[in-house]
């Protein structure tokens, strides 16, 4: 049984933006013809599987890959998506956010100068590995005191 909500109904789509304060984009959405919608959804779609693609050259097979997924539960936070390479620092600035972490201390931790640099030496990294390594250290931190 699957849980959760599906938009492909409109009128349910229609309610969840009024619910969260997007009249506007209701508004906008109201006008689309449904080939437009059509369209919109197959550009949505194409964007989706360029990101895919762009990220096939990032290495998946991971041995901690399981002790990160484990701590991204421990700590009420989520991976990124398999094909987001670790240049994209997003998602690491998400994590220490949530963990409230002076991204200075990781950068010293890391060895780095920015966030970026990581994902600028290990090209090949997908930005679920990096986000891993983070909760690790971090977990360990957590755990002496």
Request: charged residues 30%; proline residues 4%.
């Amino acid at each position: 049984m699957k849980i959760g909500l599906d938009f492909n109904d409109l009128g349910l789509l229609a309610w969840f933006i009024e619910l969260i304060g997007g009249n506007e984009l209701k508004d906008y959405l109201a006008t689309l013809t449904p080939e437009q919608r059509q369209e919109n959804l197959e550009k949505a779609k194409a964007a989706r599987e360029a990101k895919k693609k762009a990220g096939e050259n990032l290495k998946q097979d991971w041995l901690d890959e399981n002790h990160w997924r484990s701590l991204a539960s421990k700590y009420g936070t989520r991976l990124p998506l398999s094909y987001i390479p670790a240049s994209d620092t997003k998602y690491i600035r998400r994590i220490l956010k949530k963990l409230e972490i002076d991204p200075k201390e990781w950068l010293e931790v890391e060895g780095y100068k920015s966030l970026g640099d990581f994902g600028k030496q290990n090209p090949n990294t997908p930005a679920w590995v990096h986000v891993g390594l983070l909760l690790e250290w971090w977990d360990e931190k957590e755990s002496q005191n």
